[in-house]
């Protein structure tokens, strides 16, 4: 199977580019010296999960119990839900979850955790927690100042033990531009740092000090006291990151679609449109980047439409066409599958192992 | 199985409000004198496809090829694809679901016609073709004058019937008040009456002349020569839909969610996100209504995290909300399922059959 044999829209993902980044993040860790548990939630598939642990990985970072559940059934043995999980089903199901695997749960509350506490008892098991710090992303997690009486409230709990600390410093992904995003993500790592110092001092054993996303890993940010790197995007990249250290050629998946309108003169209509592009769009650049045609814009997605504003002769009706997403992990998301492309230009498919697993 | 035993984020569909809603645009087709052609990519799923066409609908519209094989595949003889195909592998099996069921499909070209009748010499069969018409959305489809110069360019082609035309209004979304978008509505489709009776008038034998989104209607707008509705939401309705002619006791389908952290006054998170509610936001309502606390606002989703602003005793850590989406069908599209709550309270789980077929 090759490309032009394919159905449209698809997505295709160049493995010689996809082993490049996989192996270029591996070296980054390994030379800044921390560990690097990938997040699946980009590729949601175990092989691409395996290959990021025979490249060096220590073990992975998943969001919800779905996806933890599909990767340690797949072979995976270490594993970090990076959510702060709370219902009964998931607490269930995380106690099942840690007999197959070495299982780490990320928490910001003192209820979380007598609830992680109690099921611990019942399901006769010792859970690793960490604890999620706001860093400045003002999602979940607890101030750093507030990281001791967090800890000192749960000191007592059994069944549970608190080993780490973690952030996603998501908010740096406001900056346009490296050097600021840079900043803003060592800052971060610093905050957490400084939070699991706090936590140290009073007798707390903190031996994972978790932060990372792409960027700021791909610009190698080297902060004392980080012993984990959490980066997910890397594997694929996409558009965002394209506007810090990467570039189109280290973008390993991309869409392929067809003009299947050319209504008006300048107007194109392709078969990606929201329910494989998601929704989000890049001020300046739309709902996707097209190689072919870089001062095309496609300006509006419907839900199969993906209208593109261009010059009249830049495209033209039936041509097969290449988007880079904007937003990486939620076109996979909305994905069945995608088609990993060999050196022989040899297409295979491979399921979206993990999707739409919201559990 | 009952609301609180399962796992959060799910979306719930109440049985009464979607069979009062499926009956109620049946009887407004039946009041207004128009065929009903529901479109199922709001719903996804063969039951409540034949629960319309139970109620009295003629057919359904589809988006791809692959939607329309799993409602023929599950029993529905009668479709429309609105949505100008044109690759290799949906002509293909376009030409084999002809043999499956009464199939029309869309198309704003003389390439795709050619194509379509190309096909049909191949497969042996003659495919219906609808035209489509741009009444003012600018997506796809011809301008209502260049009708005419399409149907006569591609008049001569053996193995298709142009039967009818097709337009989407999805422009008047841009209105904020019932009156403006229905003065919309009606514009367009009398544009799309122009556009048969332009075609009558040279001897094309137009018998479909198929408009209609759900809010144009619900409003009941009446055009003469329109002689086919295709509403999508209405089955479930949404908070778009709630600006116009619908009240919240209209929504059939909302997001049950846990509240799973509280970690500053006022801030919320909850564990649906952009991949349960999707990306989509109404501007003043964030990305989606909480009808427990009307003032609270999803200000942001990331991809786990709904990040609820709100007054800081108007939800609590642990609860269960429900949440009416912002545009039910991008948030249908994004799950593997969802539950059928009866009167009685208990709950059926029904597969989303045709998510995620973009082919």
Chains 1, 2 share one sequence.
């Not at 390994?30 to 690097?36: F, R, T, Y």
């Amino acid at each position: 199977m090759r490309k032009n044999q394919i159905p449209t829209p698809s997505l295709i993902i160049n493995l010689e580019v996809l082993k490049r980044n996989i192996e270029g993040m591996a070296s980054a860790a390994s030379d800044v010296g921390v560990n690097l548990r990938p997040h699946i939630k980009t590729h949601k598939n175990i092989r691409i999960a395996k290959m990021q642990m025979e490249a060096g990985a220590v073990g992975i970072t998943c969001a919800t119990i779905g996806e933890a559940d599909v990767m340690a059934t797949g072979g995976i043995s270490d594993i970090f839900i990076a959510y702060p999980l709370f219902g009964d089903y998931q607490l269930t199901r995380a106690a099942e979850l840690n007999k197959k695997c070495r299982l780490t749960v990320a928490f910001d509350s003192t209820l979380a955790a007598q609830r992680w506490s109690e099921w611990g008892a019942r399901a006769t098991t010792e859970l690793s927690l960490a604890m999620i710090i706001n860093t400045g992303g003002n999602r979940d997690g607890v101030l750093p100042k507030d990281a001791l009486e967090l800890a000192t409230s749960i000191e007592d709990l059994p069944h549970i033990k608190l080993m780490g600390v973690m952030t996603h410093e998501g908010h740096m992904h406001q900056s346009t531009e490296t050097e600021s995003m840079l900043s803003a993500a060592k800052l971060a790592a610093k905050q957490l740092v400084l939070a699991a110092e706090s936590l140290r001092q009073e007798g707390f054993a903190i031996t994972t000090v978790s932060s990372g996303s792409t960027p700021a890993c791909q610009g190698r940010t080297q902060v004392a006291g980080i012993t984990e790197w959490r980066p997910g995007t890397y594997v694929f990249n996409d558009l965002n990151e394209m506007q810090f250290v990467i570039g189109e050629e280290d973008v390993a998946l991309r869409v392929l679609a067809t003009v299947v309108s050319n209504p008006a003169p300048g107007r194109f209509i392709v078969d990606a449109g929201s329910k494989v592009l998601s929704e989000g769009s890049r001020p300046g650049f739309g709902h996707g980047f097209l190689p072919c045609a870089p001062e095309a814009r496609i300006v509006k997605v419907n839900e199969e439409h993906g209208i593109i504003e261009a010059k009249q002769d830049a495209l033209s009706l039936g041509q097969r066409i290449e988007i880079i997403p904007v937003h990486v992990c939620t076109v996979v998301n909305l994905s069945n599958g995608y088609y990993l492309e060999k050196p022989d230009g040899s297409l295979e498919y491979l399921a979206v192992d993990a999707r739409g697993l919201v559990w």
